[in-house]
C-alpha cells in the first residue's frame, strides 16, 4: 500500500519526559478529508420500487406475458389484455413486497450507529466518527475498540486483534510496534505491526498511524473486487428461459404455418393472420410468471420461518440443485467463541465436552492462576474462557475479586508470556500469575529432563487435536523491587490448558444429510491445516486426498486446480482472492456451488458462487448483501432445510407446469405450492445443472394424462346419448367427469413416484380447500335450477355421480400402474 513513510512516522514521536504525539493539525485532517472522502465503502444504491418493478419485466417470461398482452389489445379482445396486465401487476406486486420486506430485514441487521475513534490532533485527544479518521491521522486504540482504518502500530503493548472477519483465523494475532523499516502487508499471522480497518482489538493497547481508509483499506479492496463479478443466474431461471425460447419460436412457426395455408388454401390472409395470432397465443406459457413468482415468494416465506432471509428469490430453488458446499470453518461449522477443551496436570489429562461438568478439584489451582494471568475484564475470547470455567468450577473465595494488580508484565515477541503480580489482602507477599506460550513458560520452570519430554509430548499431542495450547505457572514474591522481567521469578509449572473454538451441535448431523443428498461438502478456512484437519474430524468431513494450503494454490495453475478440486475437501490458509478462485474453479467444473462465509474475506465468493449463503447474526453487511440467503441464526443445519425446500419447490413447480400446460388450465394449481416434500427428496443425488424443466418422458406423461381424460369425457358423452337421455344429460354427465378427472389429475401429479393411496396421508390443507371448493361448485351448478339452467345441465342422480366417478378413476389407472412399476424397478 502506497503512502507508508518512514520518515513521517518517526516524526510523530517527539520523547519529552516519556513519549509523546502531536499527530495531524486541525486543517491538515479537513484538506485530507475534502482530497480522499470519508472513511467509509461505498454504500450500494438501494433499489427503490421502479427498479426492482424493472427487474421483473427483464425477465423473458414476463416480457413474454407483457408482448402477449398487448396483442390482445392489439386484437381489440380487453377482457384478456386486461387478465394478463393484472397477473403482472401481481408478480410485479408480490416480487416488490418480498424483496422490500428482505431489504428492511437487513437494515434491523445494520449497526446504524457510526463506530467512533479517539485520535490525536495537535497534541490533543479527541473522539471524532470514524468516517472523519483520515490517512495520516494517529489513532489510541485499548482492548475492545473496533480498529477504524488501515494503520502501522507505532506503540504496542500487549496488543492483540481479532482479525477472524478478514481473514478466517479463528484465534486473536499478536501485534508489535513497527521497527521503521517493514513494508505494508496483508493480514493474517502473528507478530506484524499492522492493524487493519475492522478488525477488533482484544488485548493491550496501543497508537497507530493511518494509512489508508475507506475504499483503499483492505476490506476497501474486496469492496471494489465485488462491483466487478455479475450476479450468477440460477439452473430455474435459465431453465425457464430455453422453455420461453423454445415455445416462443413454436408458437412462432405454427403461426406462420397456418397464415400461409390460409392465405395459400381460402385465399383469406386477414383471417390467417387472427388465426395464426390465435394459435401462437394458445401455444404461449403465460401461466408460467404466475406460477413462478407465486411459489417462490412462498417458499422465501416458508423458509424464513427456519430463520433463512431470502435477498433473491430464485436462489431458494437453486439450493436444491447445489453440487458442492463450499464452507466457512470459523463461524459456521464453529461457534467463532473460543472454550476450554482439555486440563492437563501432573501427568493427568481432563477432557470437557460441551456440556460437561466443572473440572476434579485437582485441576482448580490450574484454573484459578489462568485467570488471574488474564485481565479481570477481558476481551481476549481464550481469556474468556478462563473466566467462564472459572465461574463454574470454582468457589468465590478462589476468583480473588478482592486481590489487587500490583504489577503486569506483558507479552512480547522475545518472551511470549504475560504475567500478573497480585497482592493479597493483609498479605506481605506477592502472588505472580504467568500464562504463555508451553515452550515460553516451561523455559521459566525448573523442569526435568523427564518433565519436559512428557509436557512436550502433550503439547503436541494437544495441537495435533486442533487445540489452542498454553501453559500456566506461578511464583511467590517476597516485595521489594520488581523484576524488570518475568525471567527474575521462580515459577512453578501448573499445567497446560487446551481451548478450541467448539464446533455447532447441528454441524455433523447436518452433513451427514448433506451426503446423504448427494452434496459434496468442502472446507475453505483462512485457519492452519492442523486446526482445520481437527475440526473436520470432529464433524465426520469425509476425507479427501490431503489438504491444499493457500500458498500451494497459488502455485497451481487453473487446470491442475481444476483436476485437484474433485478429490481434496480441505483448504487451510486461504485468501480472500483465492476462495473466489476456488469458486469459479468449482464452477468451471460443471458443479452448481453453494458458498457459507460471514466476514469480508468472503464477500466475493458469496457472489461469486451460485448460491450464496451469509451469517445474519455475526456477519458483517459486506457478507449479507453478496449474499443471496442469509441465516438469521447463524445454524448451519439450517442450509440443510433450505436444500429440502429448494428441492421442494423444483418438484412441485413442475408438476404445477405440466399440470398447467399440458392438461388444463385452473387457478386450483395453487394446491402443488403447498405439496410437502417428497419422501426421497434428501437422498437423492442433486439434479444434473443442464436438466431440462420438462423433459421429453415428462412431457410425453403429461401429454398422454390429457388424452386419457380427453378420452374419459368423450365416452362418457357418446355412452349417455347412446342411452337415450338428452343432451342437457349428457353434457352434465360430461362436465362432472372433466372435475373429476381434473380433480384426479391433481391427486395424481402431487408425486411422481407414491401412489394415490400413500400421497392422501400426506397433509396439505391447501389441496383439501381446493378440492372442497371444487365438489361445492360442481353441486351448485347440477342443484341449483338458475345456474343449471344457466349452463343448460340437467340434474343428476346418485349413480350419474358414480358412474362419472368411474369413468375419471378409469383414466388415472394406467398412471398409476406406470408409478408402480417405476417405484418396483428402483427398488
Not at 491 to 511: E, K, N, Q, S, W
Request: with cysteine; proline share 5%; glycine share 10%.
Amino acid at each position: 500500500m502506497a503512502g507508508m513513510n518512514a520518515d513521517h512516522a518517526s516524526e510523530a514521536m517527539a520523547p519529552a519526559g516519556g513519549t509523546t504525539y502531536r499527530g495531524l493539525s486541525g486543517h491538515e485532517a479537513a484538506s485530507r478529508l475534502a482530497a480522499e472522502g470519508p472513511n467509509e465503502l461505498p454504500a450500494s444504491q438501494p433499489r427503490n420500487l421502479w427498479m426492482i418493478a424493472l427487474e421483473v419485466l427483464r425477465e423473458p417470461m414476463f416480457m413474454l406475458l407483457t408482448v402477449a398482452c398487448a396483442i390482445y389489445v392489439v386484437l381489440g379482445d380487453l377482457r384478456e389484455a386486461l387478465i394478463l396486465f393484472a397477473s403482472v401487476m401481481v408478480i410485479v406486486a408480490i416480487t416488490i413486497y418480498q424483496e422490500r420486506k428482505t431489504e428492511r430485514a437487513l437494515e434491523a441487521l445494520r449497526d446504524l450507529s457510526s463506530p467512533r475513534a479517539l485520535v490525536i490532533r495537535e497534541g490533543v485527544q479527541m473522539r471524532i466518527a470514524g468516517r472523519e479518521v483520515v490517512r495520516g491521522d494517529l489513532v489510541v486504540m485499548k482492548e475492545g475498540d473496533r480498529v477504524p482504518a488501515d494503520a502501522v502500530l507505532l506503540e504496542a503493548s500487549d496488543f492483540t486483534a481479532d482479525e477472524s472477519l478478514l481473514t478466517g483465523e479463528s484465534v486473536p494475532v499478536r501485534k508489535i510496534a513497527w521497527d521503521g523499516a517493514q513494508q505494508f502487508t496483508r493480514p493474517g499471522g502473528d507478530d506484524l505491526p499492522f492493524v487493519y480497518s475492522g478488525a477488533l482489538v482484544t488485548q493491550g493497547h496501543g497508537v497507530a498511524e493511518v494509512l489508508a481508509t475507506g475504499s483503499a483499506t483492505e476490506i476497501g479492496k474486496i469492496g471494489r473486487a465485488l462491483a466487478t463479478l455479475e450476479t450468477e443466474t440460477t439452473p430455474l431461471q435459465r431453465q425457464t428461459r430455453r422453455a420461453v425460447v423454445l415455445l416462443a419460436a413454436l408458437g412462432i412457426a405454427l403461426s406462420v404455418l397456418v397464415v400461409v395455408l390460409y392465405g395459400m388454401f381460402r385465399g383469406s390472409w386477414l383471417e390467417g393472420a387472427l388465426a395464426g395470432v390465435t394459435l401462437a397465443m394458445a401455444i404461449l406459457p403465460e401461466e408460467f410468471p404466475v406460477v413462478l413468482t407465486v411459489f417462490l415468494a412462498l417458499g422465501a416465506w416458508r423458509i424464513s420461518r427456519q430463520e433463512v432471509l431470502t435477498r433473491r428469490m430464485p436462489a431458494i430453488e437453486a439450493l436444491g440443485a447445489a453440487t458442492v458446499l463450499c464452507v466457512d470453518k470459523t463461524g459456521t461449522l464453529t461457534m467463532n467463541r473460543m472454550t476450554v477443551r482439555r486440563l492437563f496436570c501432573d501427568g493427568h489429562t481432563h477432557d470437557m465436552p460441551a456440556g460437561s461438568s466443572p473440572p476434579p478439584e485437582s485441576f482448580h489451582d490450574l484454573v484459578e492462576y489462568s485467570i488471574l494471568a488474564s485481565e479481570s475484564d477481558p476481551f481476549d475470547p481464550m481469556e474468556k474462557a478462563f473466566l467462564e470455567l472459572g465461574a463454574r468450577a470454582l468457589d468465590g473465595d478462589r476468583l480473588h475479586a478482592d486481590w489487587t494488580l500490583a504489577r503486569e508484565y506483558p507479552l512480547s515477541p522475545a518472551l511470549l508470556v504475560h504475567a500478573h503480580g497480585w497482592r493479597p489482602p493483609g498479605q506481605p507477599q506477592f502472588v505472580v500469575a504467568a500464562k504463555g506460550a508451553p515452550e515460553a513458560v516451561a523455559g521459566l520452570c525448573a523442569l526435568s529432563p523427564g518433565e519436559r519430554t512428557a509436557l512436550d509430548a502433550e503439547v503436541a499431542r494437544m495441537a495435533d487435536d486442533g487445540l489452542r495450547v498454553l501453559a500456566v505457572a506461578r511464583a511467590d514474591f517476597a516485595g521489594g523491587a520488581w523484576p524488570s522481567s518475568v525471567r527474575g521469578f521462580g515459577f512453578t509449572l501448573l499445567g497446560l490448558i487446551g481451548l478450541a473454538d467448539p464446533v455447532r451441535p447441528t454441524v455433523a448431523a447436518a452433513l451427514a444429510e448433506c451426503y446423504g443428498a448427494g452434496i459434496r461438502v468442502v472446507m475453505i478456512t483462512g485457519d492452519y491445516p492442523g486446526t482445520a484437519r481437527a475440526i473436520a474430524r470432529q464433524i465426520g468431513l469425509a476425507g479427501g486426498s490431503g489438504i491444499i494450503t493457500g500458498a500451494e494454490l497459488d502455485a497451481m495453475s487453473d487446470e491442475e486446480l481444476r483436476r485437484r478440486i474433485g478429490h481434496v475437501t480441505i483448504f487451510a490458509r486461504v485468501v480472500p482472492e483465492q476462495k473466489l478462485r476456488l469458486v469459479n474453479a468449482f464452477k468451471a467444473n460443471g458443479e452448481v456451488v453453494a458458498m457459507t462465509g460471514d466476514g469480508v474475506n468472503d464477500a466475493p465468493a458469496l457472489k461469486a458462487a451460485h448460491i450464496g449463503i451469509a451469517m445474519g447474526g455475526r456477519g458483517t453487511d459486506v457478507a449479507r448483501e453478496a449474499a443471496a440467503l442469509v441465516l438469521l441464526d447463524d445454524d448451519f443445519s439450517s442450509i440443510v432445510h433450505a436444500v429440502s425446500l429448494g428441492r421442494r419447490i423444483y418438484d412441485n413447480i413442475r408438476n404445477a407446469m405440466c399440470y398447467l400446460e399440458f392438461v388444463i388450465d385452473p387457478a386450483c394449481s395453487i394446491a402443488f405450492e403447498a405439496e410437502p416434500s417428497e419422501a426421497d427428496a434428501m437422498r437423492r443425488r442433486p439434479r444434473a445443472p443442464g436438466e431440462p424443466l420438462f423433459g421429453f418422458g415428462m412431457v410425453l406423461l403429461s401429454i398422454l394424462q390429457g388424452l386419457s381424460v380427453l378420452l374419459m369425457v368423450a365416452l362418457m358423452y357418446g355412452y349417455v346419448l347412446l342411452q337415450g337421455a338428452g343432451e342437457t344429460e349428457a353434457r352434465a354427465m360430461a362436465f362432472t367427469t372433466i372435475v373429476f378427472g381434473n380433480l384426479g389429475l391433481i391427486l395424481a401429479n402431487r408425486s411422481r413416484t407414491g401412489l394415490i393411496t400413500h400421497t392422501l396421508r400426506r397433509p396439505n390443507l391447501a389441496l383439501w380447500w381446493v378440492v372442497g371448493g371444487t365438489l361445492a361448485g360442481v353441486a351448485l351448478v347440477l342443484y341449483v335450477p338458475y345456474l343449471r339452467d344457466l349452463f343448460r345441465f340437467a340434474p343428476l342422480h346418485g349413480e350419474d355421480l358414480a358412474i362419472c366417478f368411474a369413468a375419471a378413476l378409469a383414466g388415472l389407472v394406467w398412471f398409476e400402474l406406470y408409478k408402480l412399476r417405476r417405484v418396483r424397478r428402483a427398488a
